[in-house]
């Protein structure tokens, strides 16, 4: 049965409930009594995604540290995706395969201690020692030395161009030595470099940020940050609406209409809404009726239903946020490699699982859709939906005939080659297709090698196509972020990579106790 969403009633009282529940927690979150004193310039938080890991930085959890601002890498993309100083104030190629970053002296960890190379270099030895290793890595050996009192020697064992954008990845933070034990946990409070530390974690429900008053830049505007982890994006919204949070991430589709617009701000990105289609068992091993999967998706409709023409089609796995991918499409390499896809087969009854998560409140209702299309071509469909925490690992274990996901593609280093390794390559960490291709890995490495410019953007372009030849995964639509602001709230960062959110000129308006 389709998803309906809620538009009185029962609906309404249930928005209003979840409201009262988010104020409540947001109050509870700060210790004192709500407007008093610098606790009323806190600023109040709502996420999508609750902790998967123990806020461990090496896992996606990282990319939360990155948005609160609480840890730091050595270097920082820039809107255009080129690397800038951070805690490195430079660096440079020192031969084929190493690179020297100098440290930034004077930098002090939120437990007192001071930032040296050591420490840099324990750290990002600490992620390549990881299981499993964070994404960034994926087929990346690497080593860190200590170079003298003020740098660090940084080798990899074959040559890469995008050493400082890897080195940007919120996996790659450098946290105080007292933050590892043992094991390989890494317990991130009090730990971090950022403008506002990280004081508290309550599970998987709320987080407690307090500025960091000898952070080495900028200065934070905010005393602090409350933070909430809301999956349901109904409660989000409504935290919006009544006032109780000052920024609410990915605030779904069907929830823009009952915001006031001044409130809403929508920015294409760089995340594809995809279907990941099993090639190694189940039906969608055959190359044939995984063509008839794909003959049998109008994305277009997907994207007028579901998300009320607030996404963009797919032609591709790498969308409008990346201008230069839809030229490459129109090379003769690309448009040949796409004629040679295996023919549809006729299907009849032929079950499939289809999964996905509801941390995305738009997904279960394109697994609607796609159960809709995909019976009607002859498939029966049985899904399986479930919170994220919940179902990744089923996901990653090729549990699923198909899986929808909703996937940033240059969330890691500002390229799309660590993405489509991960995803795509033979022995990529996040391939839920499970997918491998000895063309297509080769495809991956000769990107992977090439410096950054339209070579690079080429080589990338035909290992996309080469992918989507096999029709391992069918890109449905390209996401806008929408991110909610309340009227008080200024300074907020609104990054289509998804890394920066609060920074140190986010603050509420007539804060004066910075």
Known sequence: MPLSRPKTGIATLSAMLLATSLTGCFAAGTGQAAGS?????RIQLAMMQPPRSGLTPLSDDAFKHARWKTAETLAVLDELGEAQPALATGWEQVDGTAWRFTVRQGVSFHDGTNLTPAEVAASIT???????????????????????????????????????????SPQLAVFAAAAYKEGGVVDPVNAGTGPYRLVSVNGTSSARLDRFDDYWGEKAEAPGVDVQFVPDGTARAAALRTGSADVVEAIPVGQ????????????????????????KSGPFADPAVRAAARSAIDAGTIVD???????????????????WAAGERTSDS???????????????????????????????????QLEQQLEAAGFTVEQDVREYQHIESDALAGAFDAFILSR??????GDPVAYLYSDFSCAGSFNISQFCDPAVDEALAKAAGIPAGPERRSAIAAAESLILARDAAIPLLHERVIQGESSRIRGVERDPRERALISSGTGLSGDSTK
């Open 37 to 41: 004193g610098t606790e009323s310039a």
């Open 126 to 168: 600490a992620a390549t020692q990881a299981s499993p290793k964070p994404r960034i890595l994926d087929g990346v050996e690497l080593t860190v030395v200590t170079d003298g009192n003020d740098a660090v020697i940084v080798r990899t064992a074959t040559p890469d161009p995008l050493l400082p954008q890897r080195l940007s």
């Open 256 to 279: 823009v209409a009952q915001i006031e617009p001044a409130l809403v701000h929508e920015v294409p990105m760089p995340r594809t809404n995809t279907l990941y289609l099993n090639t």
């Open 305 to 323: 239903r579901v998300y009320e023409g607030r996404a963009d089609q797919a032609s591709g796995l790498l969308g409008p946020a990346l201008p």
């Open 334 to 368: 690309y448009v040949e490699a796409l004629a040679g896809r295996v023919a549809a087969t006729a299907v009849k009854g032929t079950p499939i699982r289809l999964g996905t998560f509801t941390d995305r409140a738009e997904l279960p209702e394109v697994a609607v």
């Open 408 to 413: 940033a593609t240059v969330l890691d280093s």
